[in-house]
């Protein structure tokens, strides 16, 4: 959808236009700010004039055509009113109103009219229910409510589903936005149509995102993906993370797989930086619209004025698992003769107040910390003051001056990380901020919110990384499902090159002595049923089988207990399998989100899983590199490294192999959910192969 005429018109109606409180005077206001002039056009039947321009009585009074209308009346006028800016033309407009799905059955059906409308007329609708947009690059400010301050041309793209957020966020004074939209109920232009804007809009350099749901997961992606090969950084606060969204399952990784959890994934592949409330979002835009140097490793030097936040932010580090950067001897000396003798050299390093009041020795300390190989950031632990008084502004802008220096000789990005969060001078944080040196507000949210910037601008993505798989013709009522006995769920892993034992279905005695002839002893045996998922949990389960009497028995004992436990349950026999050896239990499964398709899961397998919960999730298909990376995400990797004298495991394999379960996963649609439970993987060289095997079908 063409989002120009609503974003970027030429021509603007406001059709309600008033003075008295409400959208009508607050979207009048606004916009007589603008640089519109002879092209903004009041509309109010009832006024000859409004805060002293002149009133139309309709549209269709005006005499020219529009390219957008701001419409501030109640809901039961506005079809009218879009169908008479249509017949001038009209291309783009703002619905304030409320009333609409938010309000029930009556809201729904007026919602779904106005739809039609905007569509059969080529009209893109911001809302209805919404506060607007504010498009500071062209100085068009429809916004609904208030606008406490004159608007400057900034860097960031905002997108919320909610006013209130779009408002909190407007009186952060130094964020500043190339366009905030206010997108309601996204009833006509979806929140996947205004993030493809901006991705391709120059002006705007990074996008902040405030989600509650979106409706079409296929572009939603899409347009990710597109972010991600221009590296556009997206900063996204999703809210709805429950355990109420989750849906019962058959199989464990469906349990463990999530909606949110889905969003996660999506997110994670596709470089997309998630937040956890608006503080956060408000520093991490804060460095991603200053820096313009990205840190080549994810290694960071904390440079304090004091002991005590050196404390500090040696604790926070640790606790948000940030790298402290391991300096060199070089340049451990090179500080030892700038500090005075009772203080040490370190990381997090005490300045102390001495280097504080000497520009040299400052200036000197950050090139040498800036020079040393190890580190990637810098991150300088002091205080800015609330109002610079002319006392001390030598000294403030003093060490400002030092900092920009070294900042702009250097490669490597500077923020500044004060002990506690309050105001900052205006002008001073602006004189940063021009020069490319951010202040977060504390070490708290600034710390996180460095982790995840370096996170970012380590982020490179290939082609196979970027690849979007539709869900498309998977239908979203289908509620039937089969499940599939482990020997077939097995079998089409093994059509995917994926490692099983040798193993055999057999229906009688006679049968499976043949095929224990035929594979070897030791066995284990197990029910082949599609209705006994859970094997163990009725006795369907030998292991170690030695000999042909034990065979026997255990044959019978499966049978009777199937049928004891489960007589409706279809069975086609009893699985004989060769006993594989001992290795690693991990789990390594499928879940199909009804959003965004086959989500792969790994993590630590057997009845760990539930328990502890340790698991990776990623969009399928993936690539080795992503794999990897989420094997190494584990808490459990240490146990894949040769722990405690312990053999290093076949990651290798392991990586291989859930590749291969999802490409598995984009090939065959009908694949609901998939278990392998366990995937035994063996010391590093030796494989992996799947022990147990679940697919449902749906």
Known sequence: MNLHHLLRPKSVAIVGASEKLGFGRDASQNMLACDLGDNLYFVNPNREQVLGKKCHKSISDIGHDIDMAIICTPLFTVNNILEEAAAHNCKGAVVYASGYSEAGAEGKLAQKKLVEIATENNIAVCGPNCAGFINNV??????????????????????????????????????????????????????????????????????ALYLEGIKYPDKFAQVLARAAAKGKPIVTLKVGASEKARQTTTAHTGSLAGSDAAFNALFKKFGVVRVCDIEELVNVCVLMSTLKKKPSQKSFAFLNMSGGQAAITADLAQLQGARLAEFSAQTLQKLNNM?????????????????????????????????????????????????????DRHVDYGLAKCLIDVSNEGSKPIVIMPGISRKRDPELRAFYTANSVPIVDSPMYGLSAIKKYAEFCVYHPDARTLEVV????????????????????????????????????????????????????????????????????????KLGIKNDAELKNAFNEIMNNAKRHKPDARVNGVLIQKMLPKGTEIIVGVNRDPQFGPMVLVGLGGVFVEVFKD??????????????EMIKSLTAYKLFTGYRGSEPLDVEALAETIVKVGDLAVKRSDIKELDINPLFVYPKGQGVCAADALIVRG
Do not use: C, W
Request: hydrophobic share 40%; glycine share 6%; charged share 20%.
């Open 138 to 207: 062209n100085n068009i400010h429809a916004f609904g409510l208030p606008l406490s301050a004159k608007q400057e041309k900034g860097n960031i793209g905002l997108v919320a589903q909610s006013g209130q957020v779009a408002t909190l966020l407007l009186s952060v004074s130094h964020l500043k936005f190339s366009y905030v939209i206010s997108s309601g109920n996204n009833a006509v232009v979806g929140i996947e149509d205004y993030l493809e804007f901006l991705i391709e809009d120059e002006d705007t350099e990074v996008i």
């Open 615 to 628: 698991v990776a999730l990623y969009p399928a298909p993936l690539n080795k590199n992503e794999t990897l």
């Open 470 to 541: 539709s869900k498309k013709g998977q239908s979203a009522t289908k509620v039937s499902t089969e499940t599939l006995s482990e020997h077939a769920s097995k079998s089409i892993l093994k059509e995917h090159g994926i490692s099983v034992p040798e193993e055999y279905v057999a229906k009688s005695e006679t049968e499976a002595l043949k095929a224990a002839k035929t594979i070897g002893y030791p066995l284990v045996l197990k029910i082949d049923s599609p209705d006994i998922p859970h094997k163990t949990d009725i006795g369907g389960v």
């Open 339 to 391: 500090l005075p003798d009772y203080a040490t050299p370190n990381n997090p390093l005490d300045m102390t107040a001495t280097l504080v009041f000497d520009n040299d020795k400052f200036r000197a300390a950050l090139r040498t910390v800036m020079a040393d190989p190890e580190v990637g950031m810098m991150i300088i632990g002091f205080n800015p003051p609330e109002i610079v008084t002319e006392r």
